[in-house]
């Protein structure tokens, strides 16, 4: 079993306008929502290509049962662990005449310690089940740096394999716990690094990034 970890879960909003023009109103010709996280994205993906997975992570309000139910419609299964407060949104406004999209992604909910002392219970027991654990996607409030890093050593210890797919603190906090995999983009490797070539940041995160045993 593959297991997904989406922290920051979102319900994706999409508009598409003929043009985004500043300072004016605009009339929307259509709409997409779906669940969304780039955990929860790759859970999506898999279960359309039929590999058994499962995807974890945090939701809350009424934003997070939203999101549950697209999951459920579109056969994704899920063991997520509600948190107080509401799962953010993201909303993209897509150009039709240009094709460009402008994205705006609210923070998420602040995680309290008693709820994640749950998650973290609930993620040693599923990560005992699963060969691989991919753990994506940018960290909600109330989350320390190192929380990506914690996983990968929970996942590890249990025997799975562990993807990553994070940016900034976050990814170089995970770095010393040894993921197997790591997927920045190009623009979370300069962003990680502070450098301004894309070899020279790659190389930068092939030194301190040790695969584990």
Not at 52 to 77: F, H, Q, S, Y
Request: contains cysteine; aromatic residues 4%; positive net charge.
């Amino acid at each position: 079993m593959i297991l997904t970890v989406t922290l920051n879960a979102a319900v994706d909003v999409t508009y598409f306008v003929d043009q985004v023009i500043p300072h004016t109103s605009h009339r929307v010709g259509r709409t997409s929502q779906r669940a969304g996280g780039k955990g929860i994205n790759v859970a999506r993906v898999l279960t359309a290509l039929g590999h058994p997975v499962l995807a974890t992570g945090l939701v809350g309000g009424a934003v997070g049962r939203i999101l549950r139910e697209d999951l459920r419609v579109a056969g994704v299964k899920e063991a997520l662990v509600p948190v107080r407060g509401e799962s953010r949104r993201t909303v993209t406004v897509v150009c039709g005449r240009s094709g460009d999209a402008t994205v705006f992604n609210e923070s998420g909910p602040s995680v309290d310690p008693p709820s994640w002392t749950v998650f973290e219970r609930r993620f040693t027991q599923l990560a005992e089940r699963a060969r691989v654990v991919v753990l994506a996607g940018s960290l909600p409030p109330g989350l320390p740096r190192d929380t990506y890093a914690r996983l990968v050593t929970k996942a590890r210890d249990a025997g799975a394999v562990t993807v990553l797919d994070t940016s900034g603190p976050a990814l170089l906090a995970a770095l010393d716990a040894g993921p197997d995999v790591i997927k920045p983009n190009a623009a979370e490797v300069l962003d990680a690094t502070g450098l301004p070539d894309l070899v020279a940041g790659t190389q930068r995160l092939a030194q301190v990034h040790r695969p584990g045993p």
